[in-house]
């Protein structure tokens, strides 16, 4: 069984920062592909960034510039950096991984953690 653990979200001002932690445990082979999204009641799920197994990255165009995706793979964990956060980054973020089990990938979402931006 693999889980997706989120930690870092809370309450921030306009402006201010988020580091949002999401560590895989569980009984797995390799990590690939680790990702974060987002979700409020008003939009559909949206990919904020993610981060491949050899360090590649993209970012969301909402992202850009504020947002820094980094993973550690002895830790299987994956972060978000954020600054310069808006009322608009407020949602549900959610980490979510291709993980490898035996010799296929399977993919995990984790419970979500709240991030509000007030202004």
């Known amino acids: 069984q693999v889980q997706l653990v989120e930690s870092g979200g809370g309450l921030v001002q306009a402006g201010g920062s988020l580091r949002l932690s999401c560590a895989a445990s569980?009984?797995?082979?390799?990590?690939?592909?680790m990702a974060w999204y987002r979700q409020t009641p008003r939009k559909q799920r949206e990919l904020v960034a993610h981060?491949?197994?050899?360090?590649?990255?993209n970012y969301a165009d909402s992202a850009k510039g504020r947002f820094t995706i980094s993973r550690d793979n002895a830790k299987n964990t994956v972060y978000l950096q954020m600054n310069s956060l808006k009322p608009e980054d407020t949602a549900v973020y959610t980490c979510?991984?291709?993980?490898?089990?035996?010799?296929?990938?399977?993919?995990?979402w984790g419970q979500g953690t709240q991030v509000t931006v007030s202004s």
């Open positions: 569980g009984s797995f082979k390799t990590i690939g592909r």
């Open positions: 981060i491949f197994s050899d360090g590649s990255f």
């Open positions: 979510n991984a291709d993980v490898r089990i035996q010799f296929t990938f399977a993919n995990y």
